[in-house]
């Protein structure tokens, strides 16, 4: 596992194109939308650092995590590892590992910059199970979007609804709260997610309600794994 | 000694859908053996092989490798060298990534030098998978199959794509591998390697086990062939001589040595010249044509 991590890790800084999606595109967003932010405040803080994860995990890591299975399974890499030892969850996860790693890296960088431009977040801890609970989640529905993907250029098409409707869920909930259509928001995949993140900048809510928060986001885990493991294939139709 | 075969295969059934692949086939690899899985196209080789090197699961009936089931990969997987029939490497990871990426997976120790030395890709080390040639992602593929030297290999149709020289090395490989005990267990469209090679084949046929056996015991239901062209004009040959269409001469027999001696003396008697006279049993490919002929009878 340590070894497909490793590979991968040398795959991603050699291919450019994959580089710029998972990189650059999510912290040159970020730059301009914090820069944006400090021009005009458009929402408090933590709807901007809820907007910034879920521009990194939509972005980079869900993105990613489908492009990358579709291209191993459609070149037989998935065939091949599982031609060796090594079982099927250690073979995901030593695929999947660098580019949570290096997500997980640049939203700490990205938080940080905002708690050091505009002022940190209130509950750190909290703040760390939210953005964890939310990577979870764009694992599980990425596993699941590269069960009905192709290749690495359909991912371009089946990755769309949800990395475009966690993005507009997470602006629309950073926004305008969760006050109206409060379970609506919180049941799409992402709007608890949000409002977890948010809470854990602003503070002021108690950590208990903050906590319940985690329910409909997990929920949305074990529906992803659940339908990734009927849907998963390893090797290309023929 | 154990007696337990390498490979137990029992009434193995594959089905897609509607299409039945493989039905109801069973045989056994003992240790140390070479067998060959041949067949037409659409034959089901390439199922049968792949549910018994555990990438499939059977529709019904059992596969056993080294007494175990095959899916379990971390019991069978570290005694058994895979080379896929396609090669399934990553573009972007170089030769020599690749092989210490895989061969670290399979639990197995060895040196990548040494491996890549074996199938002579050496001096490729650097190179990434996506500018080598055809033959060369082959010879990586082999490559990482006998990566330490594994007491089970399976070899999908290992020597399409490569020169004649590259495939005299991995043959030179396998014979190397089956002197310290490797099974092997190949699929080839060539036949004169299976004919060479193999200690048993199964020739496989629209799902089933069209024949199984020595080569000797595939060759010998079928009659031995005896040709030669006469110059002319030449008296009427002896035997049951059929004419073929380029004018030579075909005798079919199922006893070689009494019809050839008839032959020689016949040409002795009559002081004829036998040109490009060949003689002997059947071929391989004369038991596959003679599947094809059974099938347009249908």
Not at chain 1, 34 to 61: E, H, K, S
Not at chain 1, 86 to 107: F, K, M, N, R, S
Not at chain 2, 280 to 296: A, C, M
């Amino acid at each position: 596992m340590p070894s497909i991590a490793l590979g991968e890790l040398i795959q991603i800084f050699r291919n450019r194109l994959v580089l710029v999606t998972m990189l650059v595109l999510p912290a040159a967003s970020s730059a301009f939308y914090i820069y944006l932010n400090q021009q005009f405040t458009i929402v408090d803080l933590g709807g901007v650092a809820a907007i910034l994860v879920f521009l990194v995990v939509a972005m980079g890591l869900y993105a990613t995590t489908v492009t990358t299975l579709a291209s191993r399974r459609q070149n037989l890499f998935l065939k091949r590892l599982r031609s060796t030892a090594l079982g099927d969850a250690g073979i995901l996860t030593g695929l999947l590992l660098p580019v949570t790693g290096i997500t997980l890296a640049q939203v700490a960088v990205i938080l940080t910059v905002l708690g050091v431009v505009a002022g940190g977040p209130a509950n750190v801890l909290l703040l760390a199970v939210a953005v964890l609970s939310t990577v979870a989640m764009m694992l599980g529905l990425g596993l699941a979007t590269a069960g009905l993907t192709n290749s690495p250029e359909h991912a371009q098409v089946t990755t769309l609804p949800i990395m475009i409707g966690t993005l507009a869920l997470s602006g629309w909930v950073g926004f305008t709260g969760t006050e109206e259509l409060t379970l609506f928001k919180r049941l799409l995949p992402g709007g608890s997610a949000t409002e977890l993140l948010v809470n854990a900048w602003n503070g002021g809510t108690p950590v208990m309600d903050s906590l319940v928060l985690l329910v409909p986001t997990l929920g949305w885990v074990v529906v992803a794994v659940a339908l990734a493991a009927r849907i998963f294939r390893w090797e290309p139709r023929r | 000694m154990s007696s337990t075969p390498v490979i137990d295969v029992e009434r193995l059934n594959l089905a897609y859908g509607d299409f039945h692949a493989v039905k109801d086939l069973s045989f056994q690899v003992r240790r140390g053996e070479f067998y060959a899985l041949l067949g037409t196209n659409g034959a089901g080789k390439t199922s049968t092989l792949e549910a018994v090197e555990g990438h499939r699961l059977p529709t019904s009936g059992t596969v056993r490798v080294f007494g175990q089931n095959p899916r379990d990969r971390r019991a069978v997987r570290p005694r058994t060298g895979i080379m896929l029939q396609e090669s399934g490497f990553s573009p972007d990871l170089t030769v020599r990534e690749s092989v210490r990426l895989i061969g670290s997976l399979t639990r197995r120790t060895d040196k990548v030098e040494r491996v890549l030395d074996i199938v002579g890709l050496t001096r490729k080390a650097g190179t990434k998978v996506s500018q080598l040639s055809g033959g060369e992602k082959r010879r990586l593929d082999f490559a990482t199959a006998v990566y330490g030297a594994p007491e089970l290999i399976f070899l999908d149709e290992p020597t399409t794509g490569l020169d004649i020289q590259a495939r005299d090395d991995l043959w030179d490989a396998v014979d190397k591998l089956r002197e310290d005990g490797s099974t092997i267990v190949l699929t080839t469209h060539y036949l004169e390697e299976a004919q060479q090679r193999a200690d048993r084949i199964g020739l496989m046929h629209e799902g089933v086990f069209h024949k199984e056996g020595s080569v000797v015991e595939l060759t010998r239901t079928l009659p031995a062939t005896i040709r030669f062209s006469l110059p002319v004009p030449a008296p009427e040959p002896p035997l049951q001589a059929v004419r073929e269409s380029d004018g030579t001469f075909l005798i079919e027999t199922p006893d070689l040595q009494k019809d050839l001696h008839a032959l020689l003396r016949w040409a002795q008697d009559h002081a004829v010249e036998l040109r490009e006279l060949a003689a002997g049993p059947t071929r391989l490919d004369d038991v596959f044509r003679s599947i094809g002929s059974d099938q347009t009878t249908f």
